[in-house]
Nanobody, 125 residues
Framework: QVQLVESGGGLVQSGGSLRLSCATSASIFKNGDIGWYRQAPGKQRDLGELVAAISRFGIATYADSVKGRFTVSRDNAKNTVYLQMNSLKPEDTAVYYC????????????????WGQGTQVTVSS
């Protein structure tokens, strides 16, 4: 059964940090690349912004808006992908989703067909 479960969201002040986790099923973790998207209030998930992605080989890519602040990583033993978010800003407020079974090719992440339920991140000013 394919599964992606996000956790780690919450309310934090501007300048603070959070670490999101995406626990996945083994098949998703080993055979596909994984991305983090965020959906701002009032917008559809499918139109969300790609925040970061990491290939099955550990190659990462980031949106310009988060470069230098966010770090994506993966723990092969736990089938889990993390998104460490530092120096958070109010504009980072969104529901964050992980996307599984994607493809990372030549610097571009192509979303896959599997989504988690999302985790809310709220950054107060």
């Amino acid at each position: 059964q394919v599964q992606l479960v996000e956790s780690g969201g919450g309310l934090v002040q501007s300048g603070g940090s959070l670490r999101l986790s995406c626990a996945t099923s083994a098949s998703i973790f080993k055979n596909g690349d994984i991305g983090w998207y965020r959906q701002a209030p009032g917008k559809q998930r499918d139109l969300g912004e790609l925040v970061a992605a990491i290939s099955r080989f550990g190659i990462a890519t980031y949106a310009d808006s988060v470069k230098g602040r966010f770090t994506v990583s993966r723990d092969n033993a736990k089938n889990t992908v993390y998104l460490q978010m530092n120096s958070l800003k109010p504009e980072d407020t969104a529901v964050y989703y992980c996307n599984g079974d994607g493809t990372y090719y030549s610097g571009t992440f192509y979303r896959g067909g599997y989504w988690g339920q999302g985790t809310q991140v709220t950054v107060s000013s």
